[in-house]
């Protein structure tokens, strides 16, 4: 049986097509990341890959600073408790401050505390496909409306990337106690060097 030749090149055009068309619905380019819809993406699939470092730039300003702020203040009162604390106060807090003394950068701050609050399952429960997104009057705010209804704030920063506000308030609460904490190590680490003076 012969096979004509127009469905000679109609198969040869499937075999090519089909793959061709599935490679582009699978890793299709997103989105920009100036659009709340692209930044959404971008925690998706960060969330999915179970990689938070990897959306930290796709949070609001205020939470990036709280992540900077929280590494300094720990990094300060590490080094504090162990030029003046005695032990076994010295060893317990250095070992306290460490994850984020130690940590590299923001975004290592950011995925400890991700883990360790679990926010993962907060952001599990919905990251269904985007049906819309509202953008306020200013253009300054959006909510990205998922598939299955839930509502994700976004906040415009300065570099035109679209940053989640969900985290924000927790993460600068915990800054702000790093930076209080820091105060009383340093008071109380003057204490013991006056006590250590006076022997």
């Not at 704030?153 to 820091?182: H, S, V």
């Amino acid at each position: 049986m012969t096979i004509s030749r127009r469905k000679l090149i109609a198969i040869a055009a499937a075999a090519v097509l089909v793959p061709g068309g599935a490679f582009a619905l699978v890793y299709r380019p997103f989105p920009s990341d100036q659009t709340p819809e692209g930044a959404y993406m971008r925690i998706a699939r960060a969330v999915a890959k179970d990689d938070p470092r990897a959306f930290f730039a796709y949070l609001e300003t205020e939470a990036q600073w709280a992540c900077y702020t929280l590494r300094e203040m720990r990094k300060d009162a590490r080094a504090r408790v162990l030029a003046s604390y005695p032990e076994p106060q010295r060893s317990e807090l250095a070992a306290t401050y460490a994850p984020f003394a130690d940590a590299p950068d923001g975004s290592d701050v950011f995925a400890h505390v991700y883990r360790s609050r679990q926010w993962a399952r907060r952001l599990r429960k919905d990251l269904s496909g985007t049906a819309h997104v509202d953008i306020d009057p200013k253009g300054e705010r959006a909510s990205v409306v998922t598939v299955q209804g839930t509502r994700w704030p976004f906040r415009k920063r300065d570099n035109g990337i679209w940053g989640l506000t969900i985290f924000t308030a927790e993460l600068l609460a915990e800054a702000e106690k790093a930076t209080r904490d820091l105060a009383v190590v340093e008071a109380a680490a003057a204490d013991y060097d006056k006590l250590r003076a006076q022997r």
